[in-house]
Nanobody, 113 residues
Framework: QVQLVESGGGLVQPGGSLRLSCIAS???????MGWYRQAPGKQRELVAS???????NYADSVKGRFTISRDNAKNTVYLQMNSLKPEDTAVYYC????????WGQGTQVTVSS
């Protein structure tokens, strides 16, 4: 499976912004890509996804605030997060799906004043 490495997490104040990056070990052209998150004591949930042709889908909780994008030439998927809220605090994971699913190790996002 493709290897994925997330980066860009950190501590941010409510209302702030972060941009997460997911760099793949190979071309991502054939993959549908996604960002998931898992908060303490909760199930992992889909945040945003993007198909091979660029169609996007978002969880209701992040619509209008988060944007997923892909740069196939750089083997990279991004998650731009604006207007962050404390409830966005979680470990964020990148995934790639084709015949099987690959996961990155995750990056911590903490939204707190």
């Amino acid at each position: 499976q493709v290897q994925l490495v997330e980066s860009g997490g950190g501590l941010v104040q409510p209302g702030g912004s972060l941009r997460l990056s997911c760099i793949a070990s190979t071309s991502i052209t054939i993959y549908a890509m996604g960002w998931y998150r898992q908060a303490p004591g909760k199930q992992r949930e889909l945040v945003a996804s993007i198909t091979r042709d660029g169609s996007t889908n978002y969880a209701d909780s992040v619509k209008g605030r988060f944007t997923i994008s892909r740069d196939n030439a750089k083997n990279t998927v991004y998650l731009q997060m604006n207007s962050l809220k404390p409830e966005d605090t979680a470990v964020y994971y990148c995934n790639a799906r084709f015949l099987t699913t690959s996961w990155g190790q995750g990056t911590q996002v903490t939204v707190s004043s």
